[in-house]
Each structure stands twice: as C-alpha cells, then as structure tokens.
C-alpha cells in the first residue's frame, strides 16, 4: 500500500527451501527472509531442478567476488548475482534471457512488475474511495 514506484528494486535467489540469498552493500548475505515482506515472486525452475538449483546457488555464493568491498551501486549489485545464478543455472530459456540485463528484464521482471503496479493502483483507489482491505497478499504469485 506504500510502495513510491520511483523506488528501486532489489532482487535475491532463495534455496530450494526458501532461504533468501541476496547481495547488497553488505556483501552476500544469507537467510534475511524477514526483511522480505513485501515482494515478487518470480519462478523459475520446476521441482526436479532444486537439487541442481541449491548446488549452482552454492557455487556462484562461494565465488569470491561478491564482498562489500566489490559493490558497485550502479554496475556490480545484486541484479549482478542474480544474472551470475541464473546464466550458471543452465536452465532454458530462463538462461538465456540472463546473458543480457535488457532481456531478462524485458521478459521477467517487466511483466511481473506491471501487474504489480496495476494490482497497487486498484488497492489505492479502493482504499481512496473507503473499502475496507483485509488480509494480506504475502502469498500472491505473480
């Protein structure tokens, strides 16, 4: 209900098991699941894969690069070790589109993102015009 959308993104990994990954000015961290209250949900990989995607995770977590001495805001952040995973990953088409910023956004993090924005508009306006909202969407997928 308070999302500015002039806001930035962040973006993480979670494990087969919901373990968030995630690297940030901090560096890599591991397990702040509660800080992720309010987010989007982009599946990926089917169930046979989590195997495969906890190891890959494992990998590319292990690499030395992502330390907060290497963060870099604009270039090197956390869409940076998402795109590292899922190029790894080997997985498709989900693969594929992680070789280029442009086209993974274009093709995952747009269209989730616009039925987001459209989906906050009409909770906006309902609660404008005096509806009462219950409940929560924590477990909406988009």
């Known amino acids: 209900s308070d999302y ?8 993480a990994v979670t494990s087969a098991n ?3 990954v995630e690297f940030d000015s901090a560096g890599l961290q591991h397990g702040r699941t509660d800080m992720w209250q309010q987010c989007l ?17 494992q990998e590319v977590s292990l ?3 992502w330390t907060k001495q290497r963060y870099q805001e604009d270039n090197f952040n956390c869409y940076s070790f998402v795109l590292e995973f ?3 990953l080997n997985y498709s088409s989900l693969s594929e589109s992680a070789r280029s910023r442009t086209q993974f ?3 995952y993090i747009v269209p989730r993102t616009t039925a987001a924005g459209k989906y906050i508009s009409l909770y906006r306006r309902l609660q404008t015009a005096g509806f009462y909202i219950h409940g929560s969407s924590s477990n909406t997928d988009w």
């Open 4 to 11: 500015p959308s002039c806001k930035d993104l962040h973006i």
């Open 18 to 20: 919901g373990q968030v």
């Open 41 to 57: 949900v982009v599946k990926g990989a089917s169930r046979p894969w989590t195997e495969h995607w906890d190891h890959t995770l």
């Open 63 to 65: 690499q030395g690069c």
């Open 86 to 88: 899922l190029q790894r």
């Open 105 to 107: 956004c274009q093709d």
